[in-house]
C-alpha cells in the first residue's frame, strides 16, 4: 500500500497459527495486520491499540476468554471498529447471545480471501448491517 497515510490496522485472533499466518498474508497487502493466538493476547493488544479499523476473531478461540469476550471488549475501546466473527459453527441458532450483541458479521470457516475482504469492506460502509452471515 503506497500512500502517506498509514494502512487501516486489524486485529486477528485465533489459536491456529496456519489461519494467522494466512490473513497476514492476504490481508497485508491492504491492512497492518496485528495478530494474537488467544483471548487473553487479543484483550492486551487491544487495549494498547490507540487506533483499530476492525477486528477478526474465532469465537472458540483458547486459551483464555472466547470470542464474544474479545468482541465485547473491542466493542467497548473501539467502537468504530467492524467486528468479524469466525467460526467452525454452521448453524447462526447456535451462536451465543453475546456473539450477536458484539460483532458485526460472522463468517464460517475455512476462510476465502474474496469473501473476508468484501466483508471488511461492507464494514466501512454507511448500511452496515447487523449480525448476518457473510455468504461465501
Not at 57 to 68: F, K, M, T, V, W
Amino acid at each position: 500500500m503506497e500512500s502517506n497515510e498509514p494502512a487501516p490496522r486489524l486485529l486477528v485472533a485465533d489459536n491456529d497459527p496456519s489461519i494467522l499466518a494466512r490473513c497476514v498474508e492476504m490481508l497485508g497487502v491492504y491492512f497492518e495486520v496485528q495478530t494474537a493466538s488467544s483471548g487473553v493476547e487479543a484483550i492486551h493488544k487491544l487495549a494498547r491499540m490507540d487506533s483499530l479499523a476492525g477486528v477478526i476473531c474465532d469465537l472458540d478461540i483458547e486459551p483464555g476468554p472466547d470470542g464474544s469476550v474479545v468482541m465485547s471488549m473491542a466493542r467497548g475501546l473501539h467502537a468504530s471498529a467492524f467486528r468479524l466473527m469466525v467460526t467452525t459453527r454452521h448453524d447462526t441458532a447456535v451462536l451465543p447471545d453475546a456473539v450477536r450483541s458484539t460483532a458485526h458479521l460472522w463468517m464460517s470457516k475455512p476462510l476465502r480471501c474474496q469473501c473476508v475482504l468484501d466483508a471488511l469492506l461492507l464494514g466501512w460502509s454507511d448500511d452496515r448491517p447487523s449480525l448476518t452471515e457473510a455468504s461465501q
